[in-house]
């Protein structure tokens, strides 16, 4: 009876043992739930803010890359355009009242005429007495003096995007050169190199806007709206005026 009566005290005392380890158990469970339940709380609110985040990088890139309210040179301006001979081929200007929106240079004056119809259908060429002529001389002239250039009036429109890199662009010398890195930098926006190429490649005035001051990082002569060759003949010709402003 006394060895049964002690056995049986005895399993009383261990169950109570039992139940406080299970509450422990069940209590750290309790806790690493929690824990868990509050990670992925914070990971949830992080996820939201990246979300956030990069809608909003979404949405200012669509705001650069969209033309601004008051561009000038809508399809349906009225452009006058004439083409004349320059010291790099077929020259093509063209103008609205408010300033020059075209300058292309290529191999044939029928190809200039086609290419600016695709962006004014309504072009039509100038008069023989018309203003324009003055600014057609100034960018003749520009070919060979890149000064002459310097306060010619556009009407070029372009994204916000571009109007920086072709502001900015225009800030180098001539003579000298800058690279598609240098220039993302200059405007606040270091990764944006290939998208400095893009806006080169957009650029719709040859000379006036001087996209043949930029070349790769390496120094070597990157792709030209216009032809490497005229870039190369650019370069050339603004390193031999001795010209030290653009």
């Not at 990971?43 to 705001?63: D, F, L, P, S």
């Not at 719709?204 to 930029?214: E, F, S, T, Y």
């Not at 030209?224 to 370069?235: I, N, Y």
Request: glycine share 10%.
């Amino acid at each position: 009876m006394m060895g049964g009566g002690t056995t049986v005290e005895a399993n009383v005392d261990a169950k109570p043992d039992c139940k406080a380890g299970n509450g422990k158990r069940l209590s750290a469970n309790r806790v690493r739930i929690r824990k868990r339940e509050r990670i992925g709380a914070r990971r949830c609110v992080t996820t939201q803010r990246g979300v956030a985040g990069r809608r909003c990088a979404i949405k200012r890139r669509e705001r650069e890359m969209c033309p601004p309210m008051e561009r000038g040179s809508g399809p349906d301006m009225d452009v006058q355009f004439v083409v004349t001979e320059s010291a790099l081929g077929p020259l093509l200007v063209a103008a609205t009242t408010r300033g020059v929106c075209t300058i292309s240079l290529g191999d044939a004056a029928d190809a200039l005429v086609a290419d600016l119809r695709l962006r004014f259908p309504h072009a039509r060429q100038a008069d023989e007495d018309g203003a324009i002529h003055a600014l057609v001389a100034t960018v003749v002239r520009s070919v060979s003096a890149p000064r002459a250039a310097e306060d010619l009036p556009l009407d070029i429109g372009g994204t916000t995007f571009q109007r920086l890199v072709w502001e900015q662009i225009r800030r180098t010398p001539a003579g000298t050169t800058t690279t598609y890195g240098e220039i993302a930098c200059a405007i606040g926006r270091p990764n944006a190199a290939r998208a400095v190429g893009a806006a080169c490649g957009a650029n719709p005035v040859a000379v006036a806007i001087p996209c043949h001051r930029v070349v790769r990082r390496d120094g070597g002569d990157d792709g030209f709206r216009w032809g490497v060759e005229r870039k190369r003949a650019l370069q050339l010709a603004e390193t031999l005026s001795g010209t030290d402003t653009a």
